[in-house]
């Protein structure tokens, strides 16, 4: 079984203030994706990175997949209260290409 | 486009009751997923499909079983209901396999009394 273990597990921070969460693993993932998910919702997938060193932008957020392609981070800079969610990392498996297996997420508090 | 619609949104059952939970998509996406989400323990693969007329188990099958019948819908179906499987449950779909992204429902909140 493939696992993924996310960090911190909880945060809270200030509106404004800079954060990274990671993702890591002792396993290789041929690719790993990032949702976020708010309360009484599915999650929604923010980005897929593919490639070893690869690093993604999205407005404020920039991903990025570990060379070895065993982890990754989401780092928010200016986090904002909209930031808010519980944000989840999931990976596919160099042999279950047809499954995720997913991180057990980061709980994200941005307050005003 | 409706996305994935899962009904319903909210059931409580009791000790050893039945119910099925309905999932379906419009998007025409061949694999199909269905997970349960509990507090603090990320989601947890209960069946799988990759088109209509496969499944195959995920990490946690026991009590549940799954049919897909066409490509749109993927009913889960819960036999003598324990308190154990109160959860809060997701149906997802892609199109397929590899680093396509998945498209989830917005949940079934399950209750076992």
């Known amino acids: 079984t493939q696992l993924l273990e996310q960090s911190p597990q909880f945060l809270s921070i200030q509106e404004g203030e800079n954060l990274t969460v990671y993702c890591n693993s002792s396993?290789?993932?041929?690719?790993l994706q990032w949702y976020r998910q708010e309360p009484g919702e599915g999650p929604v997938l923010l980005v897929t990175v593919v490639t070893g060193g690869e690093v993604k932008k999205l407005k404020r957020l920039t991903f990025q997949f570990g060379d070895a392609r065993k982890d990754s981070s989401l780092h928010i800079t200016a986090a904002q209260p909209g930031d808010t969610g519980l944000y989840l990392c999931a990976g596919v498996g160099e042999t279950s290409g047809s499954r995720l297996t997913f991180g057990e997420g980061t709980q994200l508090t941005v307050n005003p | 486009n409706a996305g994935v619609t899962q009904t319903p949104k909210f059931r409580i059952l009791k000790i050893g009751q039945s119910m099925t939970l309905q999932c379906a998509q419009d998007?025409?996406?061949?694999?199909m997923y269905w997970y349960r989400q509990d507090p603090g323990m990320g989601l947890k693969l209960i069946y799988y499909?990759?088109?209509?007329?496969?499944?195959d188990k995920g990490e946690v099958p026991n009590g549940y079983n799954v049919s897909r019948s066409t490509t749109e819908d993927f009913p889960l179906r819960l036999e003598l209901a324990a308190p154990s499987q109160t959860s809060v449950y997701f149906c997802a779909s892609r199109h397929g396999g590899g680093s396509y992204g998945y498209t989830f429902g917005s949940g079934t909140r399950l209750t076992v009394v």
């Open positions: 396993s290789v993932f041929s690719s």
């Open positions: 499909s990759v088109g209509a007329g496969i499944t």
């Open positions: 998007m025409n996406h061949n694999y």
